[in-house]
């Protein structure tokens, strides 16, 4: 590895941005949005809204769900593939430790808009030019490090301090007549013609690699991702979201100017004007169709299961993962550094 300046630093850089952070409530092997009503997906793992089922729900679905967040107004549903730790044919998730999402909108025309659903990444690269020079600025890292590998999609080849970190970000223009066409504003934060700019959402994602990897690594790290085929790379992370956010929050979240990480201003509406955990628990709404097993999902898509084979499908319990801030958090930085858009299919 060798330090390198972050992708997310630079000229650029904006400041504007709400941040929200949510727990994990589901693993399962569906994608309403790419593989809609069936059972054949790699394994996900699930955040926001639990009102998200194989088949594509409407805003006005996720808003009658349980949210995982910390915003009332937000029952947006965010996945994304699910990660292993690998020691043969074991195959142990990692827990995520935090998963956060930031909204940045400097340069927003109009609110994020209802039912409306997009995909960032490329589920089936392989390689760092598989995952392509795109202005998803998809990097994985070691928390608190500036060390890069040389493919920024790859694994850290030696463990990490804190946390193992990826960061993704996700296209910020649409054509409001039809929400199909989606893609990333250009150098000089303009959209394509046609489309409108609205707030430009970015995951963070932080696993805790200690409580399975305790001895660390050295070289290939021991982990694979579901939509993975080899440990060690990470090319193949992606995100989904589908939008949940009450309309009248949306709307505060464009006027607004996104809020900001010092002042900590909250994206309010009418469902609540400061971070709340919900009152209920979320949860797996189909509970009795699919699976959380990384090997019977692969065998439901009609993959070769070793006869051995075997998943510890209860990942170690991190205490710390159940809490939703941390003074100990840095500030993030962005970019709006443009490459060529890559689309997952």
């Not at 795109?134 to 040389?150: A, I, T, V």
């Not at 939008?243 to 009248?248: A, Q, S």
Request: proline share 6%.
């Amino acid at each position: 590895m060798h330090p390198v300046l972050s992708l997310l630093a630079g000229a650029g850089v904006v400041s504007a941005w709400t941040e929200i952070h949510h727990k994990t409530f589901m693993n399962k092997n569906v994608d309403p949005i790419v593989l809609p009503g069936t059972y054949t997906s790699h394994m996900h793992t699930f955040f926001g809204s639990d009102a998200v089922t194989k088949d594509m729900p409407t805003s006005a679905d996720l808003q009658k769900g349980c949210y995982s967040g910390e915003n009332p107004n937000d029952l947006s549903a965010y996945w994304v593939p699910t990660l292993y730790h690998v020691d043969g044919d074991v195959f142990t998730e990692v827990p995520v430790f935090r998963f956060s999402t930031y909204y940045i909108n400097s340069f927003s025309e109009i609110a994020i808009p209802q039912d409306f659903s997009m995909l960032s990444g490329n589920a089936s690269a392989q390689s760092q030019a598989a995952a392509g020079d795109s202005p998803n600025n998809l990097e994985w890292f070691c928390e608190g490090s500036d060390e890069r590998e040389s493919d920024i999609a790859k694994f850290p080849t030696s463990t990490c301090d804190q946390h193992l970190q990826v960061s993704l970000r996700f296209p910020n223009c649409v054509n409001p007549d039809n929400l199909a066409e989606y893609d990333f504003s250009d150098d000089s934060n303009k959209c394509p013609e046609g489309m409108k700019q609205f707030s430009q959402l970015r995951y963070a994602v932080r696993y805790d690699t200690k409580s399975v990897a305790p001895d660390g690594w050295s070289g290939d790290a021991p982990f694979q991702l579901s939509c993975g085929d080899a440990v060690g790379n990470g090319y193949c992370f992606h995100g989904d979201f589908i939008n949940g956010w009450f309309e009248d929050a949306a709307e505060n979240m464009l006027n607004n100017g996104g809020g900001g990480y010092d002042d900590g201003q909250f994206i309010g509406g009418e469902h609540g004007e400061a971070a709340a955990e919900a009152t209920c628990t979320p949860a797996d709404q189909d509970p009795d169709n699919g699976t959380s097993d990384y090997w019977t999902s692969v065998e439901m898509k009609g993959g070769d299961v070793p006869a051995d084979a075997s998943e510890t499908s209860a990942a170690v319990a991190t205490p710390a993962s159940t809490t939703f801030m941390s003074a100990s958090i840095p500030k993030p930085t962005f970019s709006h550094k443009r490459k060529f858009a890559t689309r997952l299919n």
